[in-house]
């Protein structure tokens, strides 16, 4: 028997597909039982049947660098968009409310200066602009953990796979990076926060990884003054 292969018909009646079979057909109509193709509905033809889906129809190899520069270019559109909306709210007329009143009673004459509410968009494009960032390292930490293809993680493992940003050396660290081939986690040695001591907050790495957390889980600053 041949293996399986599926196609997909021009025009399908609707939730069914033709599947040939390269198979003996016993019930053809010249009775021959010739050795040809023969048009059954799939899930006939597949029930009981287990196939892995690369069987079936194969999957191509991912270009993980493609998807990495994907997310970075992303990210880019985002900064810019924000940008834009920066320069407009700083040239917004109504931007700084200055007010001017005097304290007789304590000798002072007081100018006062208040921002405009920050608009919404901008701390939207903020986490939309750390998020895209932050996906394409943990994107490329995947490509980086699978260099090795002989190497078979399991779901947990898989869960684990991400970018290395920690502002401590600990157990879960030194977890972690057995993920990955030596070389590299060599490499996330060297770009770790916590070599930093307690100045680990001035990491730009550490920044980004804390920014994407408070905007994935914790809060969206939309209604904040400066």
Known sequence: MQPLRLEVPRAPRRGRGVLPIGMRDANSRDGSGANRPCLVDCRTAMRG???????IMPVPKRDIMLEVNMKARRAQHHLEALNVEIKQWLASPNLLTIREYAKFEEGLHVFRIDISR???LIPLLVGDFVCCLRSSLD???WGLAHLDTKRIFTEREERNISFLIFKQRSNTYDDRRTLFPPAVATIFDGLQPYLRGNAYKDDLLWQLDELWRM???RMIAANCTV
Do not use: C, F, G, T
């Not at 049947?49 to 069987?55: G, M, Q």
């Open 49 to 55: 049947v287990r196939l892995p889906l690369s069987s």
């Open 118 to 120: 920050v608009p919404e």
């Open 139 to 141: 994107q490329l930490a």
């Open 215 to 217: 905007d994935k889980h």
